[in-house]
T-cell receptor, first 109, second 113 residues
Framework: GQNIDQPTEMTATEGAIVQINCTYQ??????LFWYQQHAGEAPTFLSYNVLDGLEEKGRFSSFLSRSKGYSYLLLKELQMKDSASYLC??????????FGAGTTVTVRA | DAGITQSPRHKVTETGTPVTLRCHQT?????MYWYRQDPGHGLRLIHY???????DKGEVSDGYSVSRSKTEDFLLTLESATSSQTSVYFC????????????FGDGTRLSIL
C-alpha cells in the first residue's frame, strides 16, 4: 500500500515563494505527480517526476528524492490565483495513483 | 482541456436507491478511472478500466460496480446507495498508464439522505 503525507494548510504572501513537501512510503514506486485543485473544480496536472532531481515549469518546480521518499512542489512569485489545494500522488507498479489528502495554500495580498 | 463530461453534476437521492453516474470522453483514451474525494482522505480510487469490458477494483470498491461497453463511456453504479457514499465523484482518463498524466472531469456531487 501507499502512505502519503503532506501538510494540511499553508499561507503565504503574494509575490513570495512557497514549498509544499510530500513524503511517501510505498510498496512500489513508479512516478510522482502534482496536481492543482481550485475549490469546487477538477484537479489539473502540474508536474511529473520519475527520476531524482528538479523539474522546472515556469513558476512551478517539483523535486524528487526516491531514496528519501520525498518530493516538494515549489511555487514562485505567488499570485492570488495560486490559492488552491495541491495534491501529491504516487504511482505504483500497477500504474494506479494514490493521492495525499492535499495541501490548501492561501495567498494573501 | 481534455474532453471529459460527467453527468449528472449534482444529485440528491435517498438511502437504498440505485444510482448511476456517467463519464463520457471524446479523447479515445484507453484508460478510465473513478475516484471519490472526501475531506481528509484525498482522492481514492474506486474502479478503473483498461479497455472495453476490462475493469478492475481500486482501493474502495465495496458497494460500487462499473461497466464499460464503449471506449467513450464508463459508468459507475451504486446498487443500493448508503449515506457513507455521499461524496464528490471524479472520473479521470489517460492515454496510457506510463508517463502520461490522468486528466479529470468536473466531478459529480452526490448526496444520499
Amino acid at each position: 500500500g501507499q502512505n502519503i503525507d503532506q501538510p494540511t494548510e499553508m499561507t503565504a504572501t503574494e509575490g513570495a515563494i512557497v514549498q509544499i513537501n510530500c513524503t511517501y512510503q510505498t510498496s512500489g514506486f513508479n512516478g510522482l505527480f502534482w496536481y492543482q485543485q481550485h475549490a469546487g473544480e477538477a484537479p489539473t496536472f502540474l508536474s511529473y517526476n520519475v527520476l531524482d532531481g528538479l523539474e522546472e515549469k515556469g513558476r512551478f518546480s517539483s523535486f524528487l528524492s526516491r531514496s528519501k521518499g520525498y518530493s516538494y512542489l515549489l511555487l514562485k512569485e505567488l499570485q492570488m490565483k495560486d490559492s488552491a489545494s495541491y495534491l501529491c500522488a504516487v504511482r505504483d507498479y500497477d500504474y494506479k495513483l494514490s493521492f495525499g489528502a492535499g495541501t490548501t495554500v492561501t495567498v494573501r495580498a | 482541456d481534455a474532453g471529459i463530461t460527467q453527468s449528472p453534476r449534482h444529485k440528491v437521492t435517498e438511502t437504498g436507491t440505485p444510482v448511476t453516474l456517467r463519464c463520457h470522453q471524446t479523447e479515445n483514451h484507453r484508460y478510465m478511472y473513478w475516484y471519490r474525494q472526501d475531506p481528509g482522505h484525498g482522492l481514492r480510487l474506486i474502479h478503473y478500466s483498461y479497455g472495453v469490458k476490462d475493469t478492475d477494483k481500486g482501493e474502495v470498491s465495496d458497494g460500487y460496480s462499473v461497466s464499460r461497453s464503449k471506449t467513450e463511456d464508463f459508468l459507475l453504479t451504486l446498487e443500493s446507495a448508503t449515506s457513507s457514499q455521499t461524496s464528490v465523484y471524479f472520473c479521470a482518463i489517460s492515454e496510457s498508464p506510463g508517463n502520461q498524466p490522468q486528466h479529470f472531469g468536473d466531478g459529480t456531487r452526490l448526496s444520499i439522505l
